[in-house]
């Protein structure tokens, strides 16, 4: 056993028992049944530290350290300090503009939609680094510095502009979000860095992305012409057969198209990432992840989201048996960092079940 | 007697692994490093379980004292022997007790909730000022499919009010309720808040006569008239509240969310037929046509239909059952009005 420095090349394992994994989720099930929901906050605790546990690296298993109390108190937080407020303004605006102050009504209703969309980044970042500061590996913890606030400004304008450019800018949407969070990711004392631009992405992206708009052109017109009369009073049923066959056919396709991509982005993404010493490394091909995102498609789906952390675990199994850090380093030197960790748990991502994905 | 066995430790300062021998003692464990120099020593009452892999192949520990510092247990046997001496090492008991403690709280609180809600739904409706359930009747109304076209033959519309206003005026309420006939199929009618009622033009077409119709209008009335509707607003705000809190985004909560609603409706639309009779009585209005009404729905499987938002069943007619003798709710012509009161 090497004790100080590790070799030329450091990687990542998982052995995931899927038996007890499907297990721990239906007893979860049953028992947010029973307690009427309550349950599921110690439920997603328990399925975290499996996940956590059984993912390695070199050898050593990570820790998740979270509670089910900790979630349930970031959610009775969040239910307090921002889903009442909340409804609370949305009953003001409302009420106003029933009233005929349409223009105080209209200012407050404006100012709600602000939040709201400005609340699922918010929620991300803050589940993330609620998530690092209760994840150790040989007792150490990651880290997320940065502000949250900052994090959600970019990306709610990334996301505008995105929808400007009709979604020609995703490239760059990616990289600069994940090289937001990296570049203020530390692992104890020792920070990641990440120096990934969009442009190389981008003649992959444009195959990607021409494919995706020419399937969803000649899907609509396939429909169109084999619909009966649009104009006629009988048209609520748009010939349905059709729509369903060409969505079988096409739906695939778009998703091979957007893969490729993806796998293209993941390679691209982890390969300018770094952390002392090392460079990471994916092998991630297309038809392997286009294989991985149908079959959870499929199990989630199948199962009504019930088997969703099934899908998670293969996911990181997946992407654990890919990854690689090559270089010259010594994870001896890392020393624990001092950052404070927040003391609830992600209140927001349960409250707006938005998920902390790629 | 001490046990011992190989293992690995980090020391929760830095991310350096050393394999190690793990030896238990009474009431300590010593970490010794490979030349036999200490590197810890952990009281036995300070040790913290992290993880079991395996079935005990692997025992994953951190002591109170320093909850960084990992410390895993390589060999099976020293492995029991902790488990044997530190029950708690074996989660589980405290678990489940946790776990009854989380169902009864449970039930308990859902059981606050199916009887104090409605008891809190009907004092909090008679404090929501009318005016506001005048403008929310009014934006519910926009949002109902077939507003824009809402029928407006005059002549049918004023025999419907005059109909209506004996019905208010006997009901006992000061509302100035509005009837709205929109030209939809279903057999239906609703009363959103603020006196505003929805009669669809199959309901009309379905009434064979006045009094039929004026029955269903005086069920209608009678929801008004307790508040079952704006009740039924707070009502649900309360029950989408709980599970929110309760159920998160998630499906759980679902469930018994649709079993609470139901059953209230079930008591709201008793209650609305016993007062009908009343406001049709004191209007001097024929009380039969509402059961003759709801018999002809009973057994007719139609979405949408009349029975959906007003299930008929044997107890609802057995309180409206009869004879309630009166007066005619119109004249021929005011009845022939109102049937042609959509364009067709």
Same mark, same amino acid.
């Given at each position: 056993?090497?004790?100080?420095t590790?070799?030329?090349?450091?990687?990542?394992?998982?052995?995931?028992? &899927?038996?007890?994994?499907?297990?721990?989720?239906?007893?979860?099930?049953v028992?947010?049944?029973?307690?009427?929901?309550? &349950?599921?906050?110690?439920?997603?605790?328990?399925?975290?530290?499996?996940? #956590?546990?059984?993912?390695?690296?070199?050898?050593?298993?990570?820790?998740?350290?979270?509670?089910?109390?900790?979630?349930?108190?970031?959610f009775?937080?969040?239910?307090?300090?921002?889903?009442?407020?909340?409804?609370?303004?949305?009953?003001?605006?409302?009420?106003?503009?029933?009233?005929?102050?349409?223009?105080?009504?209209?200012a407050?209703?404006a100012?709600?939609?602000?939040?709201?969309?400005?609340?699922?980044?918010?929620?991300?970042?803050?589940?993330?680094?609620?998530?690092?500061?209760?994840?150790?590996?040989?007792?150490i913890?990651?880290?997320?510095?940065?502000?949250?606030?900052?994090?959600?400004?970019?990306?709610?304008?990334?996301?505008?502009?995105?929808?400007?450019?009709?979604?020609?800018? &995703?490239?760059?949407?990616?990289?600069?979000?994940?090289?937001?969070? #990296?570049?203020?990711?530390?692992?104890?004392?020792?920070?990641?860095?990440?120096?990934?631009?969009?442009?190389?992405? &981008?003649?992959?992206?444009?195959?990607?992305?021409?494919?995706i708009?020419?399937?969803?052109?000649v899907?609509?017109?396939?429909?169109?012409?084999?619909?009966?009369?649009?104009?006629?009073?009988? *048209?609520?049923?748009?010939?349905?057969?059709?729509? *369903?066959?060409?969505?079988?056919?096409?739906?695939?396709?778009?998703?091979?198209?957007?893969?490729?991509?993806?796998?293209?982005?993941?390679?691209?993404?982890?390969?300018?990432?770094?952390?002392?010493?090392?460079?990471?490394?994916?092998?991630?091909?297309?038809?392997?992840l286009?294989?991985l995102?149908l079959?959870?498609?499929?199990?989630?789906?199948?199962?009504?989201?019930?088997?969703?952390?099934?899908?998670?675990?293969?996911?990181?199994?997946?992407l654990? /048996?890919?990854?690689?850090?090559?270089?010259?380093?010594?994870? *001896?030197?890392?020393?624990?960092?001092l950052?404070?960790?927040?003391?609830?748990?992600?209140?927001?991502?349960?409250?707006?079940?938005?998920?902390?994905?790629? | 007697?001490?046990?011992?066995?190989?293992?690995?430790?980090?020391?929760?300062?830095?991310?350096?692994?050393?394999?190690?021998?793990?030896?238990?003692?009474?009431? /300590?464990?010593?970490i010794?490093?490979?030349?036999?120099?200490?590197?810890?020593?952990?009281?036995?009452?300070?040790?913290?379980?992290?993880?079991?892999?395996?079935? $005990? @192949?692997?025992?994953?520990?951190?002591?109170?004292?320093?909850?960084?510092?990992?410390?895993?247990?390589c060999?099976?046997?020293?492995?029991?022997?902790?488990?044997?001496?530190?029950?708690?090492?074996?989660?589980?008991?405290?678990?489940?007790?946790?776990?009854?403690? #989380?169902?009864?709280?449970?039930?308990?609180?859902?059981?606050?909730?199916?009887?104090?809600?409605?008891?809190?739904? @009907?004092?909090?409706?008679y404090?929501?000022?009318?005016?506001?359930? +005048?403008?929310?009747?009014?934006?519910?109304?926009? $949002?109902?499919?077939?507003?824009?076209?809402?029928?407006?033959?005059?002549?049918?519309?004023?025999?419907l009010?005059?109909?209506?206003?004996r019905?208010?005026?006997?009901?006992?309420?000061?509302?100035?309720?509005?009837?709205?006939?929109?030209?939809?199929?279903?057999?239906?009618?609703? @009363?959103?808040?603020? $006196?505003?009622?929805?009669?669809?033009?199959?309901?009309?077409?379905?009434? *064979?006569?006045?009094?039929?119709?004026?029955?269903?209008?005086?069920?209608?009335?009678?929801?008004?008239?307790?508040?079952?509707?704006?009740?039924?607003?707070?009502?649900?705000?309360?029950?989408?509240?709980?599970?929110?809190?309760?159920?998160?985004?998630?499906?759980?909560?679902?469930?018994?969310?649709?079993?609470?609603?139901?059953?209230?409706?079930?008591?709201?639309?008793?209650?609305?037929?016993?007062?009908?009779?009343?406001?049709?009585?004191?209007?001097?209005?024929?009380?039969?046509?509402?059961?003759?009404?709801?018999?002809?729905?009973?057994?007719?499987p139609?979405?949408?239909?009349?029975?959906?938002?007003?299930?008929?069943?044997?107890?609802?007619?057995?309180?409206?059952?009869?004879?309630?003798?009166?007066?005619?709710?119109?004249?021929? +012509?005011?009845?022939?009005?109102?049937?042609?009161?959509?364009?067709?």
């Amino acid at each position: 056993m090497i004790v100080s420095t590790e070799g030329t090349a450091a990687r990542f394992s998982t052995d995931i028992p &899927y038996g007890t994994l499907s297990g721990l989720v239906l007893r979860n099930l049953v028992l947010s049944i029973l307690t009427l929901g309550f &349950y599921r906050f110690w439920g997603k605790a328990d399925i975290r530290r499996l996940l #956590w546990s059984h993912t390695l690296f070199q050898g050593e298993r990570f820790d998740y350290t979270g509670t089910g109390g900790e979630l349930f108190k970031g959610f009775l937080v969040v239910l307090v300090v921002v889903l009442l407020p909340l409804v609370g303004l949305s009953i003001a605006s409302q009420t106003l503009i029933e009233q005929g102050r349409t223009d105080l009504g209209t200012a407050l209703a404006a100012f709600q939609t602000a939040i709201l969309v400005a609340l699922p980044p918010i929620a991300v970042f803050r589940a993330l680094r609620y998530r690092y500061s209760r994840t150790r590996w040989r007792g150490i913890r990651p880290a997320l510095t940065g502000s949250t606030l900052g994090f959600a400004w970019r990306t709610v304008g990334f996301w505008f502009v995105l929808g400007l450019s009709l979604g020609l800018t &995703y490239p760059v949407l990616r990289t600069r979000l994940w090289g937001y969070l #990296w570049n203020r990711t530390r692992f104890g004392d020792q920070p990641f860095a990440c120096d990934a631009g969009a442009r190389p992405l &981008y003649p992959t992206f444009l195959v990607s992305w021409s494919a995706i708009v020419f399937l969803i052109v000649v899907g609509i017109a396939i429909a169109g012409f084999t619909s009966p009369d649009i104009a006629s009073e009988d *048209a609520a049923e748009p010939n349905v057969l059709v729509i *369903a066959i060409v969505s079988m056919a096409f739906l695939p396709l778009a998703l091979l198209a957007w893969t490729r991509y993806r796998a293209a982005e993941l390679r691209h993404l982890l390969g300018h990432l770094s952390f002392a010493g090392f460079t990471f490394a994916a092998e991630v091909r297309t038809w392997e992840l286009f294989r991985l995102a149908l079959v959870n498609v499929l199990i989630t789906v199948s199962t009504l989201g019930i088997m969703a952390p099934l899908a998670t675990a293969r996911t990181v199994s997946f992407l654990c /048996a890919r990854l690689t850090l090559v270089g010259e380093g010594d994870f *001896a030197a890392i020393s624990q960092s001092l950052a404070a960790a927040p003391t609830t748990g992600e209140g927001m991502v349960d409250a707006f079940d938005v998920d902390v994905a790629g | 007697m001490a046990v011992a066995g190989a293992g690995f430790f980090s020391d929760g300062r830095t991310a350096a692994r050393v394999p190690v021998t793990v030896q238990v003692g009474p009431d /300590a464990l010593d970490i010794l490093a490979n030349d036999g120099a200490s590197l810890a020593r952990w009281p036995l009452a300070s040790l913290l379980a992290v993880d079991m892999v395996g079935g $005990g @192949a692997e025992l994953r520990l951190s002591t109170r004292d320093a909850p960084d510092a990992r410390l895993t247990v390589c060999d099976a046997e020293v492995a029991a022997v902790l488990v044997r001496r530190l029950p708690a090492l074996k989660r589980g008991r405290w678990r489940r007790r946790r776990l009854l403690g #989380w169902m009864a709280a449970a039930v308990a609180i859902s059981g606050v909730f199916v009887i104090l809600l409605p008891l809190a739904s @009907a004092r909090l409706a008679y404090m929501v000022p009318f005016a506001w359930e +005048e403008a929310w009747g009014r934006y519910v109304l926009a $949002g109902l499919p077939g507003a824009v076209e809402e029928c407006q033959g005059a002549a049918g519309r004023g025999a419907l009010d005059r109909l209506l206003r004996r019905l208010g005026t006997a009901s006992g309420m000061e509302t100035n309720f509005r009837v709205h006939v929109l030209p939809l199929a279903p057999v239906n009618a609703a @009363a959103l808040p603020g $006196g505003h009622i929805v009669v669809l033009r199959g309901a009309i077409d379905d009434a *064979a006569t006045p009094e039929e119709l004026a029955g269903v209008l005086a069920h209608e009335v009678a929801h008004v008239a307790r508040r079952h509707v704006t009740r039924r607003m707070v009502r649900e705000a309360g029950v989408e509240l709980l599970s929110r809190v309760v159920g998160g985004t998630g499906s759980a909560g679902g469930v018994g969310r649709g079993l609470l609603d139901l059953s209230y409706d079930r008591d709201d639309e008793r209650e609305a037929d016993a007062a009908a009779l009343g406001i049709l009585s004191a209007a001097n209005i024929g009380g039969d046509g509402l059961a003759t009404f709801l018999s002809r729905q009973d057994g007719i499987p139609r979405p949408l239909s009349f029975l959906s938002s007003h299930p008929v069943t044997p107890d609802r007619l057995a309180i409206l059952a009869g004879p309630h003798p009166g007066g005619p709710a119109m004249s021929a +012509e005011d009845w022939a009005d109102v049937k042609a009161i959509c364009p067709r």
